[in-house]
Protein backbone atom coordinates (compact mmCIF):
# COMPACT_ATOMS: atom_id res chain seq x y z
CA UNK A 1 0.00 0.00 0.00
CA UNK A 2 1.37 3.69 -1.27
CA UNK A 3 0.93 5.75 1.45
CA UNK A 4 1.11 9.61 1.31
CA UNK A 5 2.43 12.16 4.42
CA UNK A 6 1.07 15.24 5.45
CA UNK A 7 3.44 18.87 5.31
CA UNK A 8 3.28 18.45 9.55
CA UNK A 9 5.05 15.04 8.48
CA UNK A 10 7.24 15.44 6.04
CA UNK A 11 8.47 18.09 8.39
CA UNK A 12 8.73 15.80 11.27
CA UNK A 13 10.92 13.46 9.12
CA UNK A 14 13.86 16.00 9.14
CA UNK A 15 14.80 14.96 12.36
CA UNK A 16 15.95 11.27 11.22
CA UNK A 17 17.01 12.62 7.81
CA UNK A 18 19.51 14.82 9.29
CA UNK A 19 20.82 12.25 11.72
CA UNK A 20 20.98 9.40 8.87
CA UNK A 21 23.15 12.41 6.98
CA UNK A 22 25.03 12.82 10.09
CA UNK A 23 26.23 8.99 10.40
CA UNK A 24 26.61 8.28 6.76
CA UNK A 25 29.10 11.43 7.40
CA UNK A 26 30.96 10.27 10.01
CA UNK A 27 31.36 6.78 8.30
CA UNK A 28 32.57 8.13 5.26
CA UNK A 29 35.33 10.21 6.86
CA UNK A 30 36.19 7.67 9.36
CA UNK A 31 36.54 4.90 7.03
CA UNK A 32 40.74 4.90 5.74
CA UNK A 33 43.15 1.73 5.17
CA UNK A 34 43.35 0.00 8.48
CA UNK A 35 39.92 0.23 9.86
CA UNK A 36 37.61 -2.45 10.38
CA UNK A 37 34.08 -2.92 8.67
CA UNK A 38 33.48 -3.95 12.78
CA UNK A 39 34.80 -0.43 13.85
CA UNK A 40 32.35 1.21 11.78
CA UNK A 41 29.25 -0.67 12.58
CA UNK A 42 30.29 0.15 16.20
CA UNK A 43 30.57 4.02 15.39
CA UNK A 44 26.99 4.12 13.84
CA UNK A 45 25.69 1.30 16.76
CA UNK A 46 27.32 4.38 19.40
CA UNK A 47 25.75 7.35 17.31
CA UNK A 48 22.39 5.50 17.26
CA UNK A 49 22.26 5.10 21.20
CA UNK A 50 23.51 8.79 21.65
CA UNK A 51 20.85 10.03 19.15
CA UNK A 52 18.17 7.51 21.40
CA UNK A 53 17.30 6.57 17.61
CA UNK A 54 16.37 2.66 16.59
CA UNK A 55 18.09 0.97 14.11
CA UNK A 56 16.08 -0.48 10.90
CA UNK A 57 18.76 -3.37 10.16
CA UNK A 58 19.59 -5.07 13.53
CA UNK A 59 16.33 -7.16 13.82
CA UNK A 60 15.75 -6.77 9.65
CA UNK A 61 14.47 -10.09 8.49
CA UNK A 62 12.74 -10.00 5.18
CA UNK A 63 12.17 -13.27 2.90
CA UNK A 64 16.30 -12.83 0.99
CA UNK A 65 17.86 -12.79 3.88
CA UNK A 66 19.32 -16.00 5.96
CA UNK A 67 18.78 -14.73 9.16
CA UNK A 68 18.26 -11.64 11.55
CA UNK A 69 20.87 -9.44 9.82
CA UNK A 70 22.42 -8.35 13.48
CA UNK A 71 24.32 -5.07 12.60
CA UNK A 72 22.86 -1.53 12.24
CA UNK A 73 25.41 -0.83 9.37
CA UNK A 74 25.47 -2.04 6.02
CA UNK A 75 29.30 -2.28 4.29
CA UNK A 76 29.59 -3.56 0.76
CA UNK A 77 33.54 -3.95 -0.37
CA UNK A 78 34.63 -4.22 -4.03
CA UNK A 79 32.77 -6.73 -5.58
CA UNK A 80 30.28 -6.28 -2.90
CA UNK A 81 27.16 -3.59 -3.77
CA UNK A 82 24.14 -4.19 -1.47
CA UNK A 83 23.20 -5.29 2.19
CA UNK A 84 27.56 -5.87 2.75
CA UNK A 85 27.13 -7.77 6.67
CA UNK A 86 30.03 -5.95 8.66
CA UNK A 87 32.43 -8.88 9.34
CA UNK A 88 36.21 -8.94 10.39
CA UNK A 89 37.75 -7.25 7.63
CA UNK A 90 40.34 -4.22 7.54
CA UNK A 91 40.13 -1.87 4.55
CA UNK A 92 43.07 -2.22 2.42
CA UNK A 93 44.19 0.11 0.10
CA UNK A 94 42.19 1.29 -3.19
CA UNK A 95 39.12 -0.45 -1.74
CA UNK A 96 35.86 0.79 -2.80
CA UNK A 97 33.54 0.61 0.17
CA UNK A 98 29.86 1.30 -0.03
CA UNK A 99 27.83 2.22 3.27
CA UNK A 100 24.49 2.15 3.46
CA UNK A 101 22.57 3.31 6.74
CA UNK A 102 18.90 3.53 7.97
CA UNK A 103 17.38 4.49 11.42
CA UNK A 104 14.36 5.66 13.09
CA UNK A 105 13.65 8.57 14.78
CA UNK A 106 10.81 9.79 16.59
CA UNK A 107 9.23 6.99 14.63
CA UNK A 108 10.33 7.85 10.92
CA UNK A 109 12.46 6.66 9.09
CA UNK A 110 15.57 7.62 6.29
CA UNK A 111 17.33 5.56 4.52
CA UNK A 112 20.99 7.02 2.57
CA UNK A 113 24.22 5.18 1.15
CA UNK A 114 27.74 6.66 -0.24
CA UNK A 115 30.21 5.47 -1.86
CA UNK A 116 34.13 5.82 -1.81
CA UNK A 117 37.78 4.63 -2.49
CA UNK A 118 39.85 4.59 0.93
CA UNK A 119 43.37 4.94 -0.14
CA UNK A 120 45.04 5.32 -3.67
CA UNK A 121 41.85 5.14 -5.83
CA UNK A 122 41.44 3.78 -9.69
CA UNK A 123 40.07 5.91 -12.32
CA UNK A 124 37.56 3.55 -12.97
CA UNK A 125 36.23 3.46 -9.58
CA UNK A 126 36.11 6.84 -9.65
CA UNK A 127 34.32 6.95 -12.99
CA UNK A 128 31.84 4.53 -11.25
CA UNK A 129 31.15 5.97 -8.03
CA UNK A 130 30.69 9.58 -10.61
CA UNK A 131 27.90 7.76 -12.22
CA UNK A 132 25.83 6.53 -9.82
CA UNK A 133 26.10 10.02 -7.93
CA UNK A 134 24.71 11.48 -11.29
CA UNK A 135 21.95 8.52 -11.63
CA UNK A 136 21.24 9.42 -8.37
CA UNK A 137 20.48 13.41 -9.37
CA UNK A 138 18.68 12.21 -12.20
CA UNK A 139 16.44 10.04 -10.22
CA UNK A 140 15.90 12.87 -7.49
CA UNK A 141 15.12 15.56 -10.28
CA UNK A 142 12.46 13.31 -11.76
CA UNK A 143 10.65 12.87 -8.62
CA UNK A 144 8.33 15.69 -9.75
CA UNK A 145 4.25 15.76 -8.52
CA UNK A 146 2.38 14.41 -11.39
CA UNK A 147 5.47 11.99 -13.19
CA UNK A 148 5.43 8.70 -13.13
CA UNK A 149 7.43 6.05 -11.44
CA UNK A 150 8.86 5.06 -14.53
CA UNK A 151 10.42 8.64 -14.95
CA UNK A 152 12.54 7.96 -12.10
CA UNK A 153 13.53 4.47 -12.97
CA UNK A 154 14.08 5.93 -16.87
CA UNK A 155 16.07 8.91 -15.62
CA UNK A 156 18.26 6.42 -13.69
CA UNK A 157 18.52 3.82 -16.33
CA UNK A 158 19.42 6.44 -18.99
CA UNK A 159 22.65 7.78 -16.78
CA UNK A 160 24.05 4.59 -16.09
CA UNK A 161 23.35 3.00 -19.69
CA UNK A 162 24.90 6.63 -21.93
CA UNK A 163 27.93 5.21 -19.16
CA UNK A 164 27.62 1.48 -20.77
CA UNK A 165 26.97 -0.22 -17.93
CA UNK A 166 24.37 -3.02 -17.14
CA UNK A 167 21.24 -2.38 -14.91
CA UNK A 168 19.93 -4.95 -12.12
CA UNK A 169 15.92 -4.23 -11.38
CA UNK A 170 16.18 -7.11 -8.78
CA UNK A 171 17.08 -4.43 -5.92
CA UNK A 172 16.20 -0.59 -5.93
CA UNK A 173 14.29 2.05 -4.60
CA UNK A 174 10.98 2.08 -2.18
CA UNK A 175 8.64 3.85 0.11
CA UNK A 176 10.41 4.81 3.34
CA UNK A 177 7.95 6.30 6.40
CA UNK A 178 7.32 4.48 9.80
CA UNK A 179 9.17 1.37 7.86
CA UNK A 180 12.35 0.97 6.18
CA UNK A 181 10.78 -0.57 3.44
CA UNK A 182 7.61 -0.37 1.52
CA UNK A 183 5.66 0.56 -1.69
CA UNK A 184 6.10 1.55 -4.47
CA UNK A 185 9.41 0.15 -5.71
CA UNK A 186 11.40 1.89 -7.81
CA UNK A 187 13.57 -0.10 -10.39
CA UNK A 188 17.11 1.63 -11.45
CA UNK A 189 15.43 1.12 -15.24
CA UNK A 190 12.13 1.60 -16.59
CA UNK A 191 10.07 3.28 -19.46
CA UNK A 192 9.15 6.92 -19.03
CA UNK A 193 5.45 7.85 -17.93
CA UNK A 194 4.77 4.47 -16.83
CA UNK A 195 3.70 3.32 -13.40
CA UNK A 196 2.29 5.20 -10.25
CA UNK A 197 1.75 9.33 -10.75
CA UNK A 198 3.75 10.69 -8.12
CA UNK A 199 1.75 12.74 -5.23
CA UNK A 200 2.60 15.07 -2.97
CA UNK A 201 3.10 13.57 0.38
CA UNK A 202 5.00 10.50 -1.42
CA UNK A 203 8.64 9.49 0.60
CA UNK A 204 10.79 7.22 -1.06
CA UNK A 205 14.36 6.14 -1.29
CA UNK A 206 15.65 6.60 -4.64
CA UNK A 207 19.29 4.03 -5.00
CA UNK A 208 21.01 3.77 -8.02
CA UNK A 209 23.78 1.02 -7.76
CA UNK A 210 25.73 -0.30 -10.54
CA UNK A 211 28.66 -2.87 -11.60
CA UNK A 212 31.42 -2.11 -13.44
CA UNK A 213 30.70 -5.05 -16.27
CA UNK A 214 27.52 -6.89 -15.15
CA UNK A 215 23.91 -7.00 -13.95
CA UNK A 216 24.09 -10.75 -12.61
CA UNK A 217 24.39 -10.98 -8.66
CA UNK A 218 24.55 -14.05 -5.89
CA UNK A 219 24.20 -13.86 -2.68
CA UNK A 220 27.51 -14.68 -0.59
CA UNK A 221 27.64 -17.41 2.13
CA UNK A 222 26.62 -14.96 4.98
CA UNK A 223 23.23 -15.03 3.68
CA UNK A 224 23.18 -11.14 2.93
CA UNK A 225 26.15 -9.66 0.94
CA UNK A 226 25.13 -9.17 -2.81
CA UNK A 227 27.78 -9.67 -5.28
CA UNK A 228 28.88 -9.36 -8.75
CA UNK A 229 29.32 -12.99 -10.55
CA UNK A 230 31.83 -12.04 -12.32
CA UNK A 231 33.82 -10.24 -9.38
CA UNK A 232 33.59 -6.21 -10.92
CA UNK A 233 33.25 -3.91 -8.74
CA UNK A 234 30.01 -1.89 -7.22
CA UNK A 235 29.04 1.40 -6.33
CA UNK A 236 25.86 2.58 -4.85
CA UNK A 237 24.17 5.95 -4.01
CA UNK A 238 20.83 6.99 -2.04
CA UNK A 239 19.02 9.68 -0.54
CA UNK A 240 15.53 9.85 0.95
CA UNK A 241 13.17 12.25 -1.12
CA UNK A 242 9.55 13.57 -0.67
CA UNK A 243 7.86 14.86 -3.19
CA UNK A 244 6.30 17.76 -2.44
CA UNK A 245 3.94 20.77 -3.99
CA UNK A 246 7.64 22.19 -5.21
CA UNK A 247 9.19 19.50 -6.04
CA UNK A 248 11.79 17.02 -4.85
CA UNK A 249 12.88 17.70 -0.98
CA UNK A 250 16.25 15.82 -0.17
CA UNK A 251 15.60 15.00 3.68
CA UNK A 252 18.80 13.10 3.85
CA UNK A 253 21.09 15.37 2.09
CA UNK A 254 24.37 16.65 3.64
CA UNK A 255 24.99 19.30 5.15
CA UNK A 256 28.54 18.93 3.83
CA UNK A 257 30.23 16.79 2.19
CA UNK A 258 32.62 13.97 3.43
CA UNK A 259 36.41 15.19 4.30
CA UNK A 260 37.90 11.87 2.97
CA UNK A 261 41.24 11.24 3.83
CA UNK A 262 41.82 8.91 0.30
CA UNK A 263 39.80 8.81 -3.04
CA UNK A 264 38.00 11.58 -3.68
CA UNK A 265 34.08 12.43 -2.93
CA UNK A 266 31.84 12.63 -6.00
CA UNK A 267 29.47 15.95 -6.46
CA UNK A 268 26.35 16.22 -3.55
CA UNK A 269 22.87 15.91 -5.45
Known amino acids: MIELRTPAQIEEMRAAGRFVSDVVTALAEAADVGVNLLELDALAHRMIRERGAESCYIDYHPSFGASPF ?93 AGLRVNTQFGGHGVGRTMHGDPHIANDGRAGRGYTLKPGLVIAIEPWFLHSTDEIFTDADGWTIRSLDGSRGAHMEHTVAVTEDGPLVLTAREREPVLRGGLAPAQA
Open 70 to 162: GKVLCTSVNDAVLHGLPRDYVLQDGDLLSVDFAASVDGWVSDSAYSLVVGTARPEDLALINTTQRALEAGISAAQPGAKIGDISHAIGSVARE
